[in-house]
């Protein structure tokens, strides 16, 4: 069973060109969001290969993905009325 991607872009599509935009004009924003696909790449990986879900270390990854992703969110609807 594919275990689904949570891309920026698939996650909010009414925002994908301000994602597009921001990862243009932004590096602090293209470095954060290829941080956070690259963890969400890891963790993706381990439940493909079914890593309990108890485990410390896969749960704080998670955790640090969640973070992640609500920063970037707040950064895309912060910029989306000027985009």
Known sequence: MAIPSHALAADFP?????IRHLRDEDLEFRTTSDS???????????????????????NQMKIRRAHMKDRLYHRIIGRNGST
Not at 14 to 18: C, E, I, N, S
Not at 36 to 58: P, S
């Open 36 to 58: 956070y696909h690259k963890l969400d790449k890891q963790i993706r990986g381990l439940e493909e290969r079914g890593v309990t879900t108890d485990d410390n270390h896969f």
């Open 14 to 18: 009414k925002y994908a060109k301000t």
